[in-house]
Structures are given as structure tokens and as C-alpha cells.
């Protein structure tokens, strides 16, 4: 069955700390892997996309790691802001129909000064 | 440019009544994306448009769903007869492709 699972499901850091969210999936093939950060409230916001062959990818204090071996990513944020308060979901598009996205339920981070 | 945008942004209906919920997505995106997230839980696929093709309706959960997208842009999700169990956010995301989603700000529907 393909699933993607993240963790934690919660966290609280302090502003300036970093910090690392876990992603986990079954999914195979898959074509593309994402995150997207979700302010309460709003619709997701993509941040990274990789596909099978890369393994990092930075988006400003944002750096997403894959390990299309092991079938986990990471999404590290960098000198953490209380902007950063937000669900971070990771998505998991199928390798053999690019409109089947698979979602994790989504880390819920708060940034607390 | 303007972003996807969706109405209502909240909803709040008697069980038993009929919603529409509207999407609006970017201009010149062919592909059209229906998703439910209810509290807590992941985003779940409710229905999927590309051009002209018929509609993957795979994810709609009972036949109280119907969606429909018109000349090619603005699409509707109605849900009859709603159910406590309809109550969740609504997302709508649309792409230039079938792998590229930009997401809407949802509607919250609340069935009361």
C-alpha cells in the first residue's frame, strides 16, 4: 500500500534553533517528492521538489534531503522564525500516473520566541 | 498574477442541505484538482480534471459528490444531502501540468 508518513507529528522549538522533520514513504515508483508549508488557514505553499535523482535541495533557511534507497526525506529549517509556525506536509506524486499524489498528515511546527 | 481562489472561504449549512463550492484556478492551467483535509488529518483526493478529458473521479467518496469544471476554468464541487462527516476545508489546486499543483486557501465547511 503506499503511504507517506511523517514525523513528528507535533514540535516546539525556540526562534533561532533548527530543526528536522521526518518523511517516510512506500510509495514506488515515485516520480517527485515535495514539501509544502501550510499556514493555518491557507492553502499549502510548495517550498522543495526533487525527483528520484536528487538527493538535496535548498530553498532559502529550507534544505530538503532524499534517499530514494532508503524511501525517507528530511526537511531542515535553519535559524528557525516565528513566521515558520506552520504544517509541513510532505507529498509523494506516483511514478506511474503524475496526477496520483500521495500526503502525509503533516508535521505541525510551532515557533515560540 | 492572481493566485487560485476559492469561495466561500467558510460555509456553515444544516445537515441534509446541498453546498456548492467554487474554484477559480490560474489562468491557462489545464490541470484542476479537488482535495478534502478534515481536522488533523492528510490531504484526501477527491477529484482530478485535465483539459478536455474526462475527470478521474476515483476519490469521491459517495455519490452525494459530483464536481464539474466549465469551458475548461472555473469548477464546482457540490455535495447533496450533507452529512456531519462532510465537515472539513476544501482545497482546490490547479497546474500548468498534471504534477505541478498550486493550492487555493480552501473553503471550511461546517455541518451543523
Known amino acids: 500500500k503506499n503511504q507517506v508518513e511523517q514525523s513528528p507529528q507535533s514540535l516546539i522549538i525556540l526562534e533561532g534553533k533548527n530543526c528536522t522533520l521526518q518523511?517516510?514513504?512506500?510509495?514506488?515508483?515515485?516520480?517527485?517528492l515535495r514539501w509544502y508549508k501550510q499556514d493555518t488557514g491557507r492553502g499549502p505553499v510548495s517550498l522543495t521538489i526533487?525527483?528520484?535523482?536528487?538527493n538535496t535541495k535548498s530553498n532559502g533557511r529550507y534544505t530538503a534531503t532524499l534517499d530514494a534507497d532508503t524511501k525517507q526525506s528530511s526537511l531542515h529549517i535553519t535559524a528557525s522564525q516565528l513566521s515558520d509556525s506552520a504544517s509541513y506536509i510532505c507529498?509523494?506524486?506516483?511514478?506511474?500516473?503524475?496526477?496520483?499524489?500521495?500526503f502525509g498528515s503533516g508535521t505541525k511546527l510551532n515557533v515560540k520566541p | 498574477g492572481a493566485g487560485v481562489s476559492q469561495s466561500p472561504s467558510n460555509k456553515v449549512t444544516e445537515k441534509g442541505k446541498d453546498v456548492e463550492l467554487r474554484c477559480d484556478p490560474i489562468?491557462?492551467?489545464?490541470?484542476l484538482y479537488w482535495y478534502r483535509q478534515s481536522l488533523g488529518q492528510g490531504l484526501e483526493f477527491l477529484i482530478y480534471?485535465?483539459?478536455?478529458?474526462?475527470?478521474?473521479k476515483s476519490g469521491l467518496p459517495s455519490d452525494r459528490f459530483s464536481a464539474e469544471r466549465t469551458g475548461g476554468s472555473v469548477s464546482t464541487l457540490t455535495i447533496q444531502r450533507t452529512q456531519q462527516e462532510d465537515s472539513a476545508v476544501y482545497l482546490c489546486?490547479?497546474?500548468?501540468?498534471?504534477?505541478?499543483?498550486?493550492f487555493g486557501p480552501g473553503t471550511r465547511l461546517t455541518v451543523t
Open positions: 489546486a490547479s497546474g500548468p501540468y498534471s504534477y505541478e499543483q498550486y
Open positions: 518523511c517516510n514513504y512506500t510509495v514506488s515508483p515515485f516520480s517527485n
Open positions: 526533487m525527483t528520484f535523482s536528487e
Open positions: 507529498v509523494v506524486s506516483d511514478g506511474y500516473n503524475f496526477n496520483k499524489f500521495y
Open positions: 489562468s491557462g492551467h489545464t490541470a
Open positions: 480534471f485535465q483539459g478536455n478529458s474526462a475527470p478521474d
